[in-house]
Protein backbone atom coordinates (compact mmCIF):
# COMPACT_ATOMS: atom_id res chain seq x y z
CA UNK A 1 0.00 0.00 0.00
CA UNK A 2 2.71 2.44 1.04
CA UNK A 3 4.78 1.46 -2.10
CA UNK A 4 1.80 2.28 -4.49
CA UNK A 5 1.02 5.50 -2.95
CA UNK A 6 5.27 6.41 -2.82
CA UNK A 7 4.97 5.23 -6.44
CA UNK A 8 1.36 7.65 -6.98
CA UNK A 9 3.52 10.73 -5.82
CA UNK A 10 6.57 9.92 -7.92
CA UNK A 11 4.58 9.96 -11.42
CA UNK A 12 3.12 13.26 -10.75
CA UNK A 13 6.41 14.88 -9.38
CA UNK A 14 5.88 17.36 -12.31
CA UNK A 15 2.77 18.86 -11.07
CA UNK A 16 3.72 18.91 -7.79
CA UNK A 17 6.60 21.06 -8.50
CA UNK A 18 4.46 23.50 -9.96
CA UNK A 19 1.80 23.20 -7.31
CA UNK A 20 4.85 24.01 -4.41
CA UNK A 21 5.07 27.04 -6.89
CA UNK A 22 1.74 28.67 -6.25
CA UNK A 23 1.37 27.82 -2.99
CA UNK A 24 4.53 29.24 -1.72
CA UNK A 25 3.56 31.96 -4.03
CA UNK A 26 0.20 31.65 -2.09
CA UNK A 27 1.59 32.40 1.38
CA UNK A 28 2.57 36.24 0.13
CA UNK A 29 -1.23 36.84 -0.71
CA UNK A 30 -2.97 35.26 1.66
CA UNK A 31 0.04 37.37 4.47
CA UNK A 32 -0.67 40.42 2.48
CA UNK A 33 -4.74 39.75 2.97
CA UNK A 34 -3.91 39.61 6.46
CA UNK A 35 -1.84 42.45 6.48
CA UNK A 36 -4.48 44.57 4.60
CA UNK A 37 -6.98 43.71 6.53
CA UNK A 38 -5.50 44.42 9.95
CA UNK A 39 -5.58 40.50 11.24
CA UNK A 40 -2.19 40.23 12.43
CA UNK A 41 -2.95 39.74 15.54
CA UNK A 42 -6.30 37.89 15.11
CA UNK A 43 -4.95 35.12 16.75
CA UNK A 44 -3.36 36.22 19.87
CA UNK A 45 -0.34 33.51 20.37
CA UNK A 46 1.11 30.98 18.56
CA UNK A 47 1.50 28.19 17.75
CA UNK A 48 -1.99 28.49 19.46
CA UNK A 49 -4.26 30.43 17.98
CA UNK A 50 -5.89 31.69 21.27
CA UNK A 51 -4.39 30.93 25.47
CA UNK A 52 -5.77 27.21 25.29
CA UNK A 53 -7.23 27.00 21.66
CA UNK A 54 -5.84 25.83 18.43
CA UNK A 55 -8.91 27.70 17.07
CA UNK A 56 -9.71 30.87 16.98
CA UNK A 57 -12.64 32.14 19.24
CA UNK A 58 -15.60 34.43 16.82
CA UNK A 59 -17.60 37.17 18.11
CA UNK A 60 -20.57 38.95 16.26
CA UNK A 61 -18.22 41.94 16.70
CA UNK A 62 -15.20 40.39 15.43
CA UNK A 63 -14.74 37.62 13.54
CA UNK A 64 -13.00 38.95 10.85
CA UNK A 65 -9.46 38.89 11.84
CA UNK A 66 -9.24 35.59 13.36
CA UNK A 67 -10.89 34.15 10.44
CA UNK A 68 -8.27 36.06 8.42
CA UNK A 69 -5.50 35.14 10.40
CA UNK A 70 -6.85 31.50 11.47
CA UNK A 71 -7.04 30.77 6.95
CA UNK A 72 -3.74 31.90 6.39
CA UNK A 73 -2.12 29.65 9.09
CA UNK A 74 -4.08 26.81 7.80
CA UNK A 75 -2.78 27.25 4.06
CA UNK A 76 0.71 25.73 6.00
CA UNK A 77 -0.36 22.91 6.41
CA UNK A 78 -1.12 22.73 2.45
CA UNK A 79 2.21 23.94 2.34
CA UNK A 80 3.49 21.23 3.91
CA UNK A 81 1.63 18.61 2.08
CA UNK A 82 2.91 19.53 -1.41
CA UNK A 83 6.67 19.97 0.04
CA UNK A 84 6.37 16.51 0.96
CA UNK A 85 5.38 15.32 -2.12
CA UNK A 86 7.80 17.68 -4.15
CA UNK A 87 10.27 15.73 -1.82
CA UNK A 88 9.43 12.07 -2.24
CA UNK A 89 9.14 12.81 -5.98
CA UNK A 90 12.18 14.55 -6.48
CA UNK A 91 13.89 11.83 -4.21
CA UNK A 92 12.30 8.76 -6.40
CA UNK A 93 12.74 10.22 -9.60
CA UNK A 94 16.03 12.54 -9.39
CA UNK A 95 18.53 11.15 -6.55
CA UNK A 96 21.01 13.38 -7.72
CA UNK A 97 18.85 16.12 -6.53
CA UNK A 98 17.13 14.17 -3.30
CA UNK A 99 18.63 16.74 -0.28
CA UNK A 100 17.48 20.07 -2.67
CA UNK A 101 14.20 18.37 -2.87
CA UNK A 102 13.92 18.54 1.25
CA UNK A 103 14.27 22.37 0.55
CA UNK A 104 10.82 23.41 0.42
CA UNK A 105 9.34 21.30 3.36
CA UNK A 106 12.25 22.70 5.55
CA UNK A 107 11.43 26.34 4.59
CA UNK A 108 7.75 25.89 5.15
CA UNK A 109 9.16 24.59 8.86
CA UNK A 110 11.56 27.79 9.40
CA UNK A 111 8.58 30.00 7.78
CA UNK A 112 6.07 28.90 10.28
CA UNK A 113 8.20 29.62 13.08
CA UNK A 114 9.28 33.47 11.89
CA UNK A 115 5.42 33.92 11.65
CA UNK A 116 4.84 32.38 15.33
CA UNK A 117 7.74 35.23 16.17
CA UNK A 118 6.03 38.27 14.13
CA UNK A 119 2.79 37.09 16.63
CA UNK A 120 4.76 36.94 19.50
CA UNK A 121 6.53 40.19 18.77
CA UNK A 122 3.20 41.85 18.19
CA UNK A 123 4.41 42.02 14.56
CA UNK A 124 6.97 44.30 14.93
CA UNK A 125 8.26 45.49 11.12
CA UNK A 126 11.87 44.18 11.70
CA UNK A 127 10.36 40.53 12.22
CA UNK A 128 7.69 41.02 9.44
CA UNK A 129 10.08 42.06 7.06
CA UNK A 130 12.28 38.81 6.87
CA UNK A 131 8.82 36.79 7.00
CA UNK A 132 7.93 38.27 3.83
CA UNK A 133 11.66 38.21 1.89
CA UNK A 134 11.83 34.54 2.98
CA UNK A 135 8.93 33.65 1.12
CA UNK A 136 9.95 35.21 -1.67
CA UNK A 137 13.04 33.29 -1.28
CA UNK A 138 11.15 29.77 -1.39
CA UNK A 139 9.06 31.37 -4.13
CA UNK A 140 12.38 31.81 -6.11
CA UNK A 141 13.70 28.61 -5.03
CA UNK A 142 10.71 26.29 -6.05
CA UNK A 143 10.45 27.42 -9.55
CA UNK A 144 14.45 26.71 -9.95
CA UNK A 145 13.84 23.36 -8.84
CA UNK A 146 10.49 22.49 -10.79
CA UNK A 147 12.86 23.85 -13.82
CA UNK A 148 16.26 21.58 -12.51
CA UNK A 149 13.86 18.45 -11.93
CA UNK A 150 12.39 18.46 -15.28
CA UNK A 151 16.28 19.49 -16.79
CA UNK A 152 14.52 22.57 -18.87
CA UNK A 153 17.04 23.14 -21.90
CA UNK A 154 18.73 25.92 -21.09
CA UNK A 155 20.60 28.61 -22.93
CA UNK A 156 23.27 27.70 -25.43
CA UNK A 157 25.78 30.56 -25.93
CA UNK A 158 28.29 32.73 -24.22
CA UNK A 159 28.38 32.55 -20.40
CA UNK A 160 26.93 35.65 -19.05
CA UNK A 161 28.29 35.33 -15.33
CA UNK A 162 28.01 39.04 -14.47
CA UNK A 163 25.07 39.88 -15.83
CA UNK A 164 23.04 37.41 -13.69
CA UNK A 165 24.93 38.10 -10.89
CA UNK A 166 24.09 41.65 -10.89
CA UNK A 167 20.65 40.53 -12.00
CA UNK A 168 20.42 38.84 -8.99
CA UNK A 169 22.13 41.27 -6.86
CA UNK A 170 19.41 44.23 -7.74
CA UNK A 171 16.59 41.52 -7.26
CA UNK A 172 18.09 40.80 -3.91
CA UNK A 173 18.43 44.72 -2.77
CA UNK A 174 14.98 45.90 -4.60
CA UNK A 175 12.94 42.98 -2.93
CA UNK A 176 14.49 44.62 1.02
CA UNK A 177 13.95 47.68 0.13
CA UNK A 178 10.24 47.15 -1.03
CA UNK A 179 9.82 44.96 2.39
CA UNK A 180 11.38 48.18 4.32
CA UNK A 181 8.83 50.61 2.62
CA UNK A 182 6.49 48.67 3.38
CA UNK A 183 7.75 48.75 6.99
CA UNK A 184 7.78 52.17 7.36
CA UNK A 185 4.10 52.61 5.89
CA UNK A 186 0.72 52.62 7.26
CA UNK A 187 0.07 48.57 6.68
CA UNK A 188 1.73 47.07 9.72
CA UNK A 189 -0.43 43.96 9.57
CA UNK A 190 -3.15 44.86 12.58
CA UNK A 191 -5.74 47.18 13.32
CA UNK A 192 -4.32 48.28 16.56
CA UNK A 193 -0.57 48.05 16.01
CA UNK A 194 0.72 51.10 14.83
CA UNK A 195 4.94 50.73 15.19
CA UNK A 196 7.10 51.71 12.00
CA UNK A 197 10.36 51.43 10.68
CA UNK A 198 12.18 54.55 11.89
CA UNK A 199 12.82 55.51 8.31
CA UNK A 200 11.36 58.45 5.51
CA UNK A 201 8.85 56.29 3.66
CA UNK A 202 9.05 58.53 0.75
CA UNK A 203 12.98 58.10 1.07
CA UNK A 204 13.42 54.69 1.05
CA UNK A 205 10.42 54.31 -1.72
CA UNK A 206 12.44 56.37 -3.91
CA UNK A 207 15.55 54.02 -3.34
CA UNK A 208 13.41 51.17 -3.76
CA UNK A 209 12.23 52.80 -7.55
CA UNK A 210 15.71 53.63 -8.64
CA UNK A 211 16.76 49.79 -7.68
CA UNK A 212 13.60 49.02 -10.33
CA UNK A 213 14.84 50.80 -12.99
CA UNK A 214 18.62 49.89 -12.61
CA UNK A 215 16.79 45.99 -12.67
CA UNK A 216 15.40 47.24 -15.71
CA UNK A 217 18.60 49.12 -17.39
CA UNK A 218 20.29 45.47 -16.82
CA UNK A 219 17.19 43.43 -17.97
CA UNK A 220 17.44 45.42 -21.36
CA UNK A 221 20.85 44.69 -21.60
CA UNK A 222 20.50 40.66 -20.91
CA UNK A 223 17.55 40.73 -23.89
CA UNK A 224 19.90 42.84 -26.15
CA UNK A 225 22.22 39.92 -25.94
CA UNK A 226 20.39 36.93 -26.09
CA UNK A 227 18.01 38.23 -29.22
CA UNK A 228 20.27 36.13 -31.96
CA UNK A 229 20.95 33.19 -29.65
CA UNK A 230 20.29 30.15 -32.22
CA UNK A 231 16.21 28.53 -31.10
CA UNK A 232 16.01 25.37 -30.07
CA UNK A 233 12.35 24.65 -31.47
CA UNK A 234 9.76 24.01 -29.11
CA UNK A 235 12.29 24.18 -26.36
CA UNK A 236 13.65 27.19 -26.61
CA UNK A 237 12.35 29.21 -23.22
CA UNK A 238 15.05 31.28 -22.89
CA UNK A 239 14.28 34.33 -24.72
CA UNK A 240 10.53 34.01 -24.02
CA UNK A 241 11.09 33.93 -19.87
CA UNK A 242 13.86 37.13 -20.65
CA UNK A 243 10.52 38.79 -22.03
CA UNK A 244 8.01 37.47 -19.64
CA UNK A 245 10.36 38.61 -16.65
CA UNK A 246 10.56 42.16 -18.77
CA UNK A 247 6.55 42.73 -19.30
CA UNK A 248 6.31 41.38 -15.15
CA UNK A 249 9.28 43.91 -14.28
CA UNK A 250 7.30 46.71 -15.59
CA UNK A 251 3.89 45.85 -14.44
CA UNK A 252 4.60 45.80 -11.10
CA UNK A 253 6.93 49.11 -11.02
CA UNK A 254 3.59 50.22 -12.53
CA UNK A 255 1.52 48.88 -9.75
CA UNK A 256 3.66 50.39 -7.58
CA UNK A 257 3.97 54.22 -8.62
CA UNK A 258 -0.27 54.12 -9.14
CA UNK A 259 0.02 52.65 -5.09
CA UNK A 260 1.93 55.50 -4.12
CA UNK A 261 0.60 58.17 -5.75
CA UNK A 262 -3.23 56.96 -4.55
CA UNK A 263 -2.31 57.14 -0.89
CA UNK A 264 -1.33 52.81 -0.72
CA UNK A 265 -5.24 51.70 -1.63
CA UNK A 266 -5.34 48.14 0.16
CA UNK A 267 -6.63 46.86 -3.24
CA UNK A 268 -3.92 48.24 -5.27
CA UNK A 269 -0.94 47.38 -2.71
CA UNK A 270 -2.66 43.46 -2.92
CA UNK A 271 -1.72 43.62 -6.23
CA UNK A 272 1.39 44.62 -5.68
CA UNK A 273 2.31 41.85 -3.14
CA UNK A 274 0.70 39.59 -5.42
CA UNK A 275 3.69 41.42 -8.27
CA UNK A 276 6.18 40.16 -5.52
CA UNK A 277 4.99 36.14 -5.95
CA UNK A 278 5.02 36.82 -9.68
CA UNK A 279 8.21 38.81 -10.27
CA UNK A 280 10.56 36.22 -7.85
CA UNK A 281 8.96 33.45 -9.86
CA UNK A 282 9.81 34.76 -13.30
CA UNK A 283 13.42 35.97 -12.46
CA UNK A 284 13.99 32.29 -11.23
CA UNK A 285 12.96 30.90 -14.68
CA UNK A 286 14.96 33.68 -16.53
CA UNK A 287 18.33 33.00 -14.55
CA UNK A 288 17.91 29.28 -14.54
CA UNK A 289 17.61 28.84 -18.27
CA UNK A 290 20.06 31.49 -19.09
CA UNK A 291 22.98 29.92 -16.85
CA UNK A 292 23.72 27.21 -18.78
CA UNK A 293 23.00 24.17 -21.03
CA UNK A 294 21.49 20.57 -19.36
CA UNK A 295 20.60 17.37 -20.54
CA UNK A 296 17.54 17.10 -22.81
CA UNK A 297 15.98 14.01 -21.01
CA UNK A 298 13.31 14.77 -18.44
CA UNK A 299 12.01 12.75 -15.37
CA UNK A 300 8.25 11.80 -15.23
Not at 12 to 33: D, E, S, W
Not at 55 to 71: D, I, M, Q, S, Y
Not at 142 to 169: D, E, H, K, T
Request: glycine residues 10%.
Amino acid sequence: MLTRLLDFVARHGRGLTIANIFTQAGIIVTGGVVRLTGSGLGCSTWPQCEPGSFTPEFHPENWLHPAVEFGNRLLTFVLVIVALGVAIAVWRNRPDLKWLGLVPGIGVIVQAVVGGITVLVELHPLVVAPHLLLSALLVWYSVWLALQYRRAPRRAGRPMQWSLRLSSLLVVVLLILGALTTGAGPHSGDINATERLALDPAAIARAHALTVWAFVACLAWIIWRVRKDVSEGDRDEVRRAWVVLLVVTLAQGAIGYVQYFTGLPEVIVGFHLLGIGVFTAAHSAAHYLLSSRSSPIAPR
